[in-house]
């Protein structure tokens, strides 16, 4: 089968000839997991960088070692970069789009300069904060991040942006990278789920040891996974509301 061929800057440059200035390219990993954060990678770079290192590519499609290797290389090349992340119990708590926006806020308020433009992996912007007036609206628990960056500039999505931008694709192996190594190191609190070689997604083994053992500290637990606890409201003597967690 024929690789892909290489991602590039095609994109991002025409942006910079019609006078975009700063850009952060942002991509995330761990949407789909089970476990875990889910964790987002930014670069910054300028109207006059140079073409990406060798070997640039969507982070799904290098090895390991490979991802490993371009992360010195990655933090050379661009003006600044970062990651982000937002647990398991935020995503519990505020939804997997809602995290996924904290942990792209968090990774670009670590930036030294706020970008003026944003290239998003994806079809779907997720860094726009609906409407402050949204009927229904739920305050954000996060929000008590005062410092924290809000996107307030221009927002690019682009389906698969990893395979056809070599910013997103940079974006996406710092975050991979970041996030394994957050795996592999849980792994040793909760061998069970084989966390070091699935990374918290659905493998046999994974799922395997959810329907026995249940779901740890870190899984998300809003989510229909085997042997998860749910919350089953009721009615006590007294006339009183109350929730009791029963496993399915």
């Known amino acids: ?6 991602p590039t800057l095609r994109v991002e440059r025409e ?3 019609g006078g975009a200035g700063l850009l952060a390219a942002i991509d995330e990993v761990g949407r789909g997991a089970l476990a875990g954060p889910v964790s987002v ?3 910054l770079l300028a109207p006059d960088t140079k073409p990406a290192p060798f070997g640039v590519a969507d982070s799904k499609l ?3 070692e490979a991802r490993v290797k371009l992360v010195p290389r990655i933090r050379r090349w661009a003006l600044d970069c970062a990651v982000g992340h937002a647990s398991p119990a935020e995503i519990d708590r505020i939804g997997i789009i809602a995290a996924l926006r904290v942990a792209a806020e968090r990774a670009v308020s670590q930036l030294r300069t706020a970008p ?3 290239l998003l992996d994806g079809n779907h912007d997720y860094l726009t904060r609906p409407g402050e007036l949204t009927l229904f609206s739920t305050p954000d628990p996060t929000d008590g991040e005062a410092d924290r960056w809000r996107c307030s500039v221009p927002v690019r999505t682009l389906i698969k942006g990893d395979m056809k931008c070599s910013s997103i694709a940079a974006a996406s192996v710092l ?6 190594a957050m795996l592999v190191e849980l792994s040793g609190s909760y061998p069970q789920y084989g966390f070091h070689e699935n990374k918290a ?5 994974h799922m395997a040891a959810l329907a026995e053992h249940g779901p740890s500290e870190i899984h998300r637990r809003s989510w229909n996974l085997p042997g998860v606890l749910r919350a089953e409201m009721g009615m006590d003597d007294d006339g009183q509301m109350f929730s009791a967690e029963v496993a399915i």
């Open 116 to 118: 003026e433009w944003v």
């Open 175 to 180: 975050a991979k990278t970041e996030r394994d």
């Open 201 to 205: 997604y659905a493998s046999p083994l």
């Open 62 to 64: 290098l090895s390991p």
């Open 41 to 43: 990678g930014v670069v």
């Open 15 to 17: 942006a910079w000839r």
């Open 1 to 6: 089968m024929t690789p892909p061929p290489p």
